[in-house]
């Protein structure tokens, strides 16, 4: 009754805030308690939780509440909003210039009618779920953002920034579809101009040494996410799949340096509940790894699927797994150019489908795969999403070369389709059973 009474007082106030900015306040409410009952129904419902994910949680939470009001008021010191859609654009370039950087895609199924007005209705449901939220006047970022920053990634992005970009707060950076020199050339190039853009939007001059901080900054939370996900080796890890992903989720949103203490806290408990022999998954729990697609905020649906079937995800090989915490930029890099070509490199070492040919990604899933001791890999593709579908080809041959069986998922937010998947992903992991 006290959580409920407390719930509203909440809403009651990011309501406020919500009306203050301009938004739908009553079809952000249908859409966010929709979005609330899911993260209840699955991510709160499980047992044996650690006690450090609350402040995650509470991240989730105040997705649309508390960080809001905290970067309106930082933007009233001077501080600027850049929205972002893809883990590609440089963190460090952003924080150095006193921005804040926050990941605005949609995992939401019920903004998707709103894109729909402008977009096509097959392309994937991230793109539209994003575009949705904007267009539905319910994303409290929107009306605040100083800069969206677009990729030229898949098709569906690319196409659609196009289409959004005629109001000029929308800056595109070009990412090559290959790896070789000239590529290395071109990204170099384009971090520079993302860097002379943002000096611009600033007002401020990347400083060498604010960028060294900015560096170190980003691969302590690299490295506390990575420590994370290694307690997801042991034989009985002390977190689940989902809670993974939560804390996942709020790295791409919260304020670095507090996301960063609080993770290490948090792997304080874990590596506590390690010792003392404390997991959360049965013994005949199968280990399943989640490779493709990223899960982003209010998308927890095939780890819950998964989990809720008996299974425990140990590893994701997506934008909100390894792909964003793997590899770290090189610190003793002096002189702004150098810096900047460091980060350069360590961007273009992610191994997005986009990138043809894309052998190191399939190199990774095999070590993950190793390290984490996994039974089975579920291959998670976003309807539409053809570079991911395309390449779940060769993944698929790789782990059957290497002994580890895979199953492909290619679904949207939809919850029509859980009924259809559960009874694949069970019969999936009973194979494995035997
Ligand atoms: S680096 S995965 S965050 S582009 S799922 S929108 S690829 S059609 S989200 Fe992504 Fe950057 Fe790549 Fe990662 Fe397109 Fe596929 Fe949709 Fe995607």
């Keep these: 009754m006290a959580a409920r009474i407390r719930r509203e007082e909440c809403m009651a106030r990011s309501d406020e805030l919500l009306k203050d900015l301009g938004l739908d306040v009553d079809l952000h409410r249908r859409i966010f308690d929709a979005v609330d009952r899911n993260f209840r129904e699955t991510v709160l419902a499980q047992k044996i939780r650690p006690a450090r994910m609350a402040y995650f949680d509470g991240v989730i939470h105040e997705a649309h509440g508390g960080r809001v009001r905290e970067i309106i008021e930082r933007r009233a010191a001077g501080d600027k909003l850049i929205g972002t859609f893809c883990i590609y654009v440089p963190e460090e370039i952003v924080l150095a210039l006193g921005a804040i950087p926050v990941a605005l895609c949609g995992g939401t199924s019920l903004s998707i009618p709103y894109a729909e007005k402008l977009l096509p209705r097959d392309i994937c449901p991230l793109v539209k779920s994003t575009v949705g939220l ?137 590596e506590d509940r390690v010792r003392r022999g404390i997991g959360v998954a049965s013994e005949r729990a199968k280990r399943i790894m989640i490779s493709g697609c990223p899960s982003v905020l209010g998308n927890w649906k095939l780890h819950a699927l998964v989990e809720s079937a008996g299974a425990i995800v140990v590893c994701d090989e997506t934008c909100t797994g390894s792909r964003y915490y793997e590899n770290l930029v090189e610190e003793d890099r002096s002189g702004l150019e150098a810096q900047i070509a460091a980060i350069a490199d360590r961007y273009l070492k992610i191994e997005c489908s986009c990138f043809s040919p894309n052998a190191e990604r399939i190199d990774s899933i095999l070590r993950l795969a190793r390290e984490h001791r996994v039974h089975g890999v579920v291959q998670y593709v976003l309807q539409y999403c053809h570079t991911y579908n395309v390449e779940a080809v060769a993944v698929a041959a790789a782990l059957k070369d290497a002994g580890v069986p895979s199953l492909k998922v290619v679904t949207d937010y939809a919850e029509s389709d859980t009924g259809q998947l559960r009874l694949r992903v069970d019969a999936f992991l009973e194979g494995l059973g035997r």
């Design 134 to 270: 904007a267009l539905s006047n319910t994303c409290p970022y929107s009306p605040i953002e100083d800069l969206a920053v677009g990729e030229t990634t898949c098709d569906a992005k690319k196409k659609t920034w196009d289409l959004l970009a005629k109001n000029g707060d929308l800056y595109v950076i070009e990412l090559p579809q290959k790896k070789g020199a000239r590529d290395r050339d071109l990204w170099f190039e384009e971090v520079c101009q993302f860097k002379t853009r943002l000096e611009r939007l600033t007002g401020r001059t990347l400083d060498p040494e604010r960028l060294a901080g900015a560096v170190r900054l980003m691969n302590r939370k690299r490295r506390a996410l990575a420590r994370l996900n290694d307690f997801r080796k042991e034989a009985n890890p002390p977190l689940s799949g989902l809670d993974a992903l939560v804390v996942m989720q709020g790295a791409l949103l919260d304020d670095a340096i507090r996301f960063t203490e609080r993770l290490e806290a948090l792997n304080d408990e874990l």
